[in-house]
T-cell receptor, first 111, second 110 residues
Framework: DAGVIQSPRHEVTEMGQEVTLRCKPISGHDYLFWYRQTMMRGLELLIYFNNNVPIDDSGMPEDRFSAKMPNASFSTLKIQPSEPRDSAVYFC?????????FGSGTRLTVV | GQQVMQIPQYQHVQEGEDFTTYCNSSTTLSNIQWYKQRPGGHPVFLIQLVKSGEVKKQKRLTFQFGEAKKNSSLHITATQTTDVGTYFCADDTGRRALTFGSGTRLQVQP
């Protein structure tokens, strides 16, 4: 099993540009989570899905953020337009029962 | 919302010394999970505790869940340099989405 796969690993973009982060969960996992990690705020839950359906998006900072899960093997997190304060490491994680399996993360830098 | 507090924020130990991190909540925790994140890496699941007073061991790591389910601890016996990283506790608040503590960063001096 290749684990949770995220792309890209690193993204540097200019303020105002659209950014799309991608995630492929582990096959058979029915939950998918998007987290953001910063030094100041730690690990924050942004949104999570169960069987491809968004369950709770209350952690999404604002309307600039959106997430989709069109099928069981793929999810995207989009930021449009991006701002410097969005700079962080974004993790995708999936779960079936018990603990999460995290991807390696996408380090986003908005300049 | 519920907050899970972890202490200490940072600890520096000599290799061979013991280490403990504590996770506390003002409200009853549902299930506690523990994760380890190496520098530059991603969180890796260690264990889940469900029952009041539960104690689980993984080699040199001992995990405890408080009797009142309001606190948990992770104890490492005889630390090694491979233990370096940040240890997080997390509560699923009963809804499968984890709320993570602020983490304890462990540094081990060889």
């Amino acid at each position: 099993d290749a684990g949770v796969i995220q792309s890209p690993r690193h993204e540097v973009t200019e303020m105002g540009q659209e950014v799309t982060l991608r995630c492929k969960p582990i096959s058979g996992h029915d939950y998918l989570f998007w987290y953001r990690q910063t030094m100041m705020r730690g690990l924050e839950l942004l949104i999570y899905f169960n069987n491809n359906v968004p369950i709770d998006d209350s952690g999404m900072p604002e309307d600039r953020f959106s997430a989709k899960m069109p099928n069981a093997s793929f999810s995207t997190l989009k930021i449009q337009p991006s701002e410097p304060r969005d700079s962080a490491v974004y993790f995708c994680a999936s779960s079936f029962q018990g603990g999460y399996t995290f991807g390696s993360g996408t380090r986003l830098t908005v300049v | 919302g519920q907050q899970v507090m972890q202490i200490p924020q940072y600890q520096h130990v000599q290799e061979g010394e013991d280490f403990t991190t504590y996770c506390n909540s003002s409200t009853t925790l549902s299930n506690i999970q523990w994760y380890k994140q190496r520098p530059g890496g991603h969180p890796v699941f260690l264990i889940q505790l469900v029952k009041s007073g539960e104690v689980k061991k993984q080699k040199r790591l001992t995990f405890q869940f408080g009797e009142a389910k309001k606190n948990s601890s992770l104890h490492i016996t005889a630390t090694q340099t491979t233990d370096v990283g940040t240890y997080f506790c997390a509560d699923d608040t009963g809804r499968r989405a984890l709320t993570f503590g602020s983490g304890t960063r462990l540094q081990v001096q060889p």
